[in-house]
């Protein structure tokens, strides 16, 4: 998220432009070829189709009652990132949305170039649409063909040797569009390639990691040991803690009610500009995430990932733990190889 800016609000999802996109339209814009105008005319409309095909997804998902967190644009594409893991009926009908939206487009393109045959950027669009659309129906995840494949397999089989079969693909079909692209010296074919080769993984770490989320209640892989700060402790007595502690984040404390947040990062950053005898209260994070102990972890698991992984859990006003990102992780491993956690 800090490598994009907002862009555009449409129907209450927020559109955010990644700074690659950002820098293919600069350079465009400083070229100084005479067709540099008309590549930025072609980019424009390339980008409106990405969009649309992006929203297409975010409009069946709020059929299914998913929300769309929002819409990040990158140079190669864009992602509409949803508040939960769809299930394998509801991700095959929002997966093909996508490249079905381009289908149409190309076809509305068709009948403009029928009535203005001569206008070859009409030509270009409509060939831009039926490539994005041939692309995207590929198997190979991330894209919406590996997806719809992964949700057709997941009826015949595991959901997690689906997704593994999928990611293979993806990765050979990777390898295969990278040995033609060296060949044709396409070198945009290129960095597709690699873009699918490492994505394709990535993308079957997630859906694993989303595979053994589920069902988990956040007070499963939370810290129930960790030391506190006062709102009146010094930022040196702080750091002194943090030195003794493999603790990273603090919960603050004024009585028994709990008033912020501070984590290393914060605590260095006060450091260096207020001085070892500056209190905590100035530099802790009071607008921090609290969650109850039995809420579902995966339920929360994108507002978490917008809080940097750090929660309290609180029951009542009452601190019961805290919720950070390597705990998810050794939560995620114990879970892989069939540890659960006692609840009492």
Known sequence: MSATLPFLRISGVEVRLHFTFLILVGLL?????????????????????????????????????????????????????????????????????????????????QLVHQSYPNLNYVTDLRQANLLLALFNFLPALPLDGGRILRSVLCFGMPELRAARFTSLCGQGIALALAAFSLWQGQWLFLAAAGFLFLTARKEYEAHRS??????????????ERFE???????????????????????????????????????LVEALSQEGPDSYVAGAMDRDFLSLPPDASLPAHFAELARNDFRALILDDGRLLGILTLDKINEFLVLRSIGLRRELT
């Open 29 to 109: 814009v400083l070229s100084t070829r005479p067709e540099a105008w008309t590549d930025l005319l072609l980019a424009t409309g390339i980008f409106a189709s990405v969009l649309i095909h992006e929203l297409a997804h975010a409009w069946v998902a709020h059929h299914f009652k998913i929300r769309t967190l929002d819409i990040i644009m990158y140079f190669l594409g864009g992602v509409a990132r949803l508040e939960r893991q769809p299930g394998r009926r509801e991700d095959l009908f929002i997966a093909a949305a996508g490249p079905g939206a381009n289908l149409m487009l190309a076809a509305l393109l």
């Open 210 to 223: 989303a595979l053994l989320l589920s069902g988990a209640q956040v007070r499963e892989a939370m810290i």
């Open 228 to 266: 506190t700060l006062d709102h009146g402790t010094t930022l040196r007595q702080a750091a002194e803690t943090l030195l003794t502690s493999a603790q990273q984040d603090f919960p603050v404390l004024h009585g028994d009610q709990v008033v912020g947040l501070l984590s290393r990062d914060e």
